[in-house]
């Protein structure tokens, strides 16, 4: 187990290094023991971004393993493939029972940019619910540049009035294609709002910090804390929720406290009881940021997380870059995008390289105050 550990730290470092040799070293490993070792192979091929022939075969082989991590691994590889034989996995893949492989045969057919890939991502529209629906649906808009909603019928309509030979717009296109729209009508997207970040339909935690730092005053005026400032503002959030989203909560100090072990779907009932949770909690001890988001990751349902401190990790795993080693770590097979918000005395570097290594977003709440 510790020679396996160590091979995978070395194809790390390949993927950072880009050795000449390193896509031999790299293809040998696609038949390693380790499966997490063969899953990190075919993972850092699509890194560097080249399959030999030779591999190919394996790469969808193992695209097919019962293991789900390897599955994923092997899924985001197939990318790499030539169009033909990666249209054809992904087209399964996308339909797998896991919803982080499918959302990574999303990604991967949007990195394709080829027509096909609009019937396949449409035809999964029908079936798929929560965040990876949003996701084909806005991958369906960055292949095409239109914006046609989260169903089928629109994009199957629209894909079949193109013509015979019809080639997608480059991403650049898209790109000036949306900024032009946007700059013609009131910004679209989410009504639901975290500190100005889109809280998506799926499952979501909010991990909110409770150490003793969040007794420090907020407002002079009416003399709020941080913490109730913070509290109020995520209370006003779930308020807003639909029946799309499901969500639990992490309050975290030097220990860990879960509201649901389960993400729970949004409505009267369970709003009120998670606000009646956060009024009644009293700030105390240290900050242990890394066991708040291990504890998250485990929630049952979640695809999304938004974690909010106020200071650097002081309890636990405190060594910043080891935090965010472990997380993207224990994260790489569950893609949960988490999300990083900042107050009081937070690093902005660490928090920042936290959310984008994980498939989110910063804010810094300072700037906002």
Same mark, same amino acid.
């Given at each position: 187990?510790?020679?396996?550990?160590?091979?995978?730290?070395?194809?790390?470092?390949?993927?950072?290094?880009?050795?000449?040799?390193?896509?031999? +070293?790299?293809?040998?490993?696609?038949?390693?023991?380790?499966?997490?070792?063969?899953?990190?192979? +075919?993972?850092?091929?699509? +890194?560097?971004? #080249?399959?030999?022939?030779?591999?190919?075969?394996?790469?969808?082989?193992?695209?097919?393993?019962?293991?789900?991590?390897?599955?994923?691994?092997?899924?985001?590889?197939?990318?790499?493939?030539?169009?033909?034989?990666?249209?054809?996995?992904?087209?399964?893949?996308?339909?797998?029972?896991?919803?982080?492989?499918?959302?990574?045969?999303?990604?991967?057919?949007?990195?394709?940019?080829?027509?096909?890939?609009?019937?396949?991502?449409?035809?999964?529209? +029908?079936?798929?619910?929560?965040?990876?629906?949003?996701?084909?649906?806005?991958?369906?808009?960055?292949?095409?540049?239109?914006?046609?909603?989260?169903?089928?019928?629109?994009?199957?309509?629209? $894909?079949?009035?193109?013509?015979?030979?019809?080639?997608?717009? %480059?991403?650049?296109?898209?790109?000036?294609?949306?900024?032009?729209?946007?700059?013609?009508?009131?910004?679209?997207?989410?009504?639901?709002?975290?500190?100005?970040?889109?809280?998506?339909?799926?499952?979501?935690?909010?991990?909110?910090?409770?150490?003793?730092?969040?007794?420090?005053?907020?407002?002079?005026?009416?003399?709020?804390?941080?913490?109730?400032?913070? %509290?109020?503002?995520?209370?006003?959030?779930?308020?807003?929720?639909? #029946?799309?989203?499901?969500?639990?909560?992490?309050?975290?100090?030097?220990?860990?406290?879960?509201?649901?072990?389960?993400?729970?779907?949004?409505?009267?009932?369970?709003?009120?009881?998670?606000?009646?949770?956060?009024?009644?909690?009293?700030?105390?001890?240290?900050?242990?940021?890394? %066991?708040?988001?291990?504890?998250?990751?485990?929630?049952?349902?979640?695809?999304?997380?938004?974690?909010?401190?106020?200071?650097?990790?002081?309890?636990?795993?405190?060594?910043?870059?080891?935090?965010?080693?472990?997380?993207?770590?224990?994260?790489?097979?569950?893609?949960?995008?988490?999300?990083?918000?900042?107050?009081?005395?937070?690093?902005?570097?660490?928090?920042?390289? $936290?959310?984008?290594?994980?498939?989110?977003?910063?804010?810094?709440?300072?700037?906002?105050?």
């Amino acid at each position: 187990r510790r020679e396996a550990k160590i091979r995978e730290a070395a194809i790390d470092g390949l993927i950072a290094a880009k050795p000449p040799k390193a896509i031999a +070293a790299l293809v040998k490993r696609l038949a390693d023991s380790s499966a997490m070792v063969r899953g990190g192979a +075919a993972r850092a091929l699509f +890194a560097i971004g #080249s399959v030999p022939d030779d591999a190919q075969r394996k790469i969808q082989s193992m695209a097919k393993n019962t293991d789900p991590a390897i599955r994923l691994d092997a899924t985001t590889a197939l990318g790499c493939l030539p169009p033909e034989k990666a249209l054809e996995a992904l087209s399964l893949r996308i339909n797998d029972d896991v919803w982080a492989i499918r959302d990574a045969a999303v990604e991967a057919l949007e990195g394709l940019r080829l027509t096909p890939s609009i019937l396949i991502l449409a035809q999964r529209l +029908a079936e798929e619910k929560g965040l990876v629906r949003r996701e084909i649906a806005e991958a369906l808009t960055q292949l095409t540049g239109e914006e046609l909603g989260e169903l089928p019928g629109p994009w199957l309509h629209w $894909l079949s009035d193109r013509k015979e030979g019809f080639e997608l717009p %480059s991403a650049e296109e898209v790109d000036s294609i949306l900024k032009a729209r946007k700059a013609k009508r009131e910004e679209g997207g989410f009504k639901e709002t975290y500190h100005g970040l889109s809280i998506p339909p799926g499952g979501v935690v909010f991990i909110l910090d409770t150490s003793g730092s969040m007794n420090d005053l907020y407002d002079a005026v009416d003399q709020s804390t941080l913490y109730q400032h913070f %509290s109020k503002a995520l209370g006003k959030s779930l308020e807003r929720l639909t #029946s799309s989203t499901s969500f639990s909560i992490v309050l975290f100090d030097s220990a860990i406290r879960v509201w649901k072990q389960s993400c729970v779907q949004a409505d009267e009932e369970s709003v009120n009881e998670a606000k009646d949770y956060l009024e009644y909690e009293k700030p105390f001890g240290g900050t242990n940021i890394y %066991s708040a988001l291990r504890t998250a990751l485990e929630i049952e349902g979640v695809q999304t997380i938004f974690l909010l401190t106020d200071g650097a990790p002081s309890v636990g795993l405190t060594a910043e870059n080891e935090i965010i080693h472990e997380i993207t770590r224990a994260n790489r097979h569950k893609r949960v995008r988490i999300n990083t918000l900042l107050a009081g005395e937070s690093k902005a570097d660490f928090l920042d390289n $936290l959310a984008r290594l994980n498939g989110g977003k910063m804010v810094d709440l300072r700037d906002l105050d």
